[in-house]
T-cell receptor, first 113, second 117 residues
Framework: DAGVTQSPTHLIKTRGQHVTLRCSPI?????VSWYQQVLGQGPQFIFQ???????GRGNFPDRFSARQFPNYSSELNVNALLLGDSALYLC????????????FGPGTRLTVL | AQKVTQAQTEISVVEKEDVTLDCVYE???????LFWYKQPPSGELVFLIR??????QNEISGRYSWNFQKSTSSFNFTITASQVVDSAVYFC??????????????FGKGTKLSVIP
């Protein structure tokens, strides 16, 4: 079975622009979470969605938003990009329903110039 | 608030040596879950193991073993007879049972393991 997939792999944007990152979970998984990993640090939790509803939100500004679609795929949107938004954005999926082990995708490397 | 501390920033060992990665956690919950992930240079986080707070049985899986001790809030990871392919950044993570259906993971800062041939 295919693992978690993310697109694009790499992205270069300039300050003030908007970006959309996409994630497809493992087949059968209903929960998707997003994490930001700055170089040299552990991943930081941004959002979790389960059955299209937001189940958790980390300490990130309102410039960050996300949604989950009926097929359980997800998008992460970031508006008004700042240099500090440069990071690896990781998507993880889990089955849900109490089965909470998260499986991660390869990530999207975002560079803001 | 939950917190995970990995005091070892970087470790270097010679191939075939044993190495232990330390993890200490803080939580107010009585039900929680602990994880270890491996992040090779490619960047993808690979799930290694999960432990529930009510299951203190230690586990051995091939060259990997884990030591979970609630009394000291530690969840250490040992690689026996290390190999070059074990070189990666290893993350310890904690998930509390908030009851709201959130599976949020709190990660430590990671330990970079370099296995020298």
């Amino acid at each position: 079975d295919a693992g978690v997939t993310q697109s694009p792999t790499h992205l270069i944007k300039t300050r003030g622009q908007h970006v959309t990152l996409r994630c497809s979970p493992i087949s059968g998984h209903k929960s998707v979470s997003w994490y930001q990993q700055v170089l040299g640090q552990g991943p930081q939790f941004i959002f979790q969605y389960y059955e299209k509803e937001e189940r958790g939100r980390g300490n990130f500004p309102d410039r960050f938003s996300a949604r989950q679609f009926p097929n359980y795929s997800s998008e992460l949107n970031v508006n008004a990009l700042l240099l500090g938004d440069s990071a690896l954005y990781l998507c993880a999926s889990s089955p849900g329903g109490g089965r909470r082990t998260q499986y991660f995708g390869p990530g999207t490397r975002l560079t803001v110039l | 608030a939950q917190k995970v501390t990995q005091a070892q920033t970087e470790i270097s060992v010679v191939e075939k040596e044993d190495v232990t990665l330390d993890c200490v956690y803080e939580t107010r919950d009585t039900t929680y879950y602990l994880f270890w992930y491996k992040q090779p240079p490619s960047g993808e986080l690979v799930f290694l193991i999960r432990r529930n707070s009510f299951d203190e049985q230690n586990e051995i899986s091939g060259r990997y073993s884990w030591n979970f001790q609630k009394s000291t809030s530690s969840f250490n990871f040992t690689i026996t007879a290390s190999q070059v392919v074990d070189s990666a950044v290893y993350f310890c993570a904690l998930s509390e049972d908030s009851g709201a259906g959130s599976y949020q993971l709190t990660f430590g800062k990671g330990t970079k393991l370099s296995v020298i041939p």
